[in-house]
């Protein structure tokens, strides 16, 4: 049982910065090793930057060690993961050991991680400064070497991708410590007789972007030559297998968790990462055509998400493409409306971006890969950055304490950060029938994590089996590590959390519906009765009167 003195938590994270590990860099994973190429500057020649987001980005960081799976090297830093799911891929002769858990269970999903790759190296390119000035860049390599190794395993063939390990009815029946995984763990692929062309363009473009940080950014040449090999190789898959199909056409059952529906945006996301990784025009004239061709400056405006990266894309082009202004007329479009509330979206009460269903299901995650593509965007036009910037600010001050619950949605930070993630690991449950009470308090701070968020009315009630507000994800924490980064490298002041001394509110409680309808009944009844005395009145009267004459 750990509480979470708000004085304590501050003091361990202003002490633990000159802590020697930030320059570790072994992953214990199969392909070439990283040497450690980013010393940590002794700390008389590191300026001073904001320690709160200094350990925001640590915690972050350390959220994804704790989504780890396979062998675990000796450098873990999470003392109740162990080794896990050593078998994977053994149903198919693959080693499919490594990777991420995709949430709080220990399934394995591609579409979701390998996105969450290019988020995460697409803030980790930008905004490379603000991992260096909180000591996190040994940590951020290991972090995406991690998902990019495993990405590496699930690539084995030109043609062959795999998509999802673990079969989600024997998992999602399974509550309780990474030492007892229900088995079998089945693995399952696209190929040339079942292709999927979205997962493969996704999955394309995160080799893509991790190529290019790892070469212009973590100074590992051979390492990014290795993802972009991937990269072509499966965005050829992409383009050429046939037909050209969403994957879950191939793959049904995954549908239920992870399905995209389309195939254009992907195409060309995937495309822009390759000119980006390689310089090959040939890349950005696809994308090109694949934009014109499927009319994406005219597509429904959503928030970006795994599941469509239209808004990316008409930021990525807009960074990538001058001969063309198509871009960044799309990307002023979509972020005006979105920016400003407007189109599928709107804002709560306390000011955070709400977007219909996407937002019921996860609140917190479209409102920061908005705030990310805002951030991303401003510097491309002085006029409209200041406002995109303005926004995605409040967005970040929302997240992290400035809201009605006072609450910064990430875990292990504040006294009132959440304190229920749905996550089995760390609760340290093991009876799914009871999940929210047993054990009372989790055993285990799942450090870093974002959670899903708060209601329409900025509610926040911090049950753990509330998957839409208490789950937490790897996509949800991507955008998350740009956001801080951007943070660090403008020196920002402290997050509001840290000024936050009262504990959450209570929620006001909603006058029950029951309550009302009996209300309504006893008026309807009372309206009744005076209605039938009104009509009987004559009688009444009537009757009264002989009473009277019979005294
Ligand atoms: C499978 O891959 C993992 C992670 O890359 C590695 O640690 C392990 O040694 C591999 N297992 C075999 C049998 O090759
Ligand atoms: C990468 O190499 C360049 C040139 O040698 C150097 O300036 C830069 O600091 C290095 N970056 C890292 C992260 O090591
Ligand atoms: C960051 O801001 C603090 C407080 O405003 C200031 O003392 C410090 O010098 C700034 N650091 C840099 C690198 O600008
Ligand atoms: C990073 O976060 C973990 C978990 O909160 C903590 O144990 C560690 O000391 C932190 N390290 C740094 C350098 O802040
Ligand atoms: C191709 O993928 C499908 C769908 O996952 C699978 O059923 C089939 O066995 C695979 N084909 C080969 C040759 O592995
Ligand atoms: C650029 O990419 C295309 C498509 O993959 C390929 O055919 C061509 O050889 C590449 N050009 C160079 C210079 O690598
Ligand atoms: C794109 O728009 C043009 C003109 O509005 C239309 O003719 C074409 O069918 C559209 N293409 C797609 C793929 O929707
Ligand atoms: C595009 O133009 C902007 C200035 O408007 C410049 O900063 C940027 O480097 C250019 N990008 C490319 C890829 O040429």
Known sequence: MRSIPLLSLLLLQVTAQDDSESSSTTTGATSTPTSSSTPSPSSSTLPTVNQAYTALLNDSLWFYEAQRSGNLPANNRVPWRHSSALQDGS??????????????????????????????????????QGYQAAQQDGYLRDMVKWGMDWLIQAHPQPNVFYVQVGNGDIDNNYWGPDTNIPTPRPSYMINNTSPGTDVAAVGAAAFASASYLFRNRLNDSNYADTLTSHAISLYNFAETASPQQPYTTSIPAIAEFYQTNTIQNQLVWGALWLYRATGNQTYLTKASKYFDQFNLSSVDITPMDWSDQSGGVFVLGSMLDNSTQKYRAAAERYLDTLTQGQGPCSFTGGGLLWCGQSSASNSLIPAQDTALLALLYSGLNSDKGSGYTKFALGQIDYLLGNNPMLTPYVVGVHMNSPANPHHAGASGGTDINNINTSPPQELNVLYGAIVGGPDQSDNFYDVRNDWQQSEVALDYNAPFQGLVAYQLVTNASDPPYTTITQPRPAIKKPFPKWAIAIIVILLVLLLIALALLWWKRKRIIEWRRRRKQNW
């Open 91 to 128: 149903d198919n002769n693959v080693n499919l050991t490594g990777g991420y858990y995709d949430a709080g269970d220990y399934l394995k999903f591609t579409l979701p991680m390998a996105y969450s790759m290019s988020i995460v190296s697409w803030g980790a390119i930008e905004w490379f």
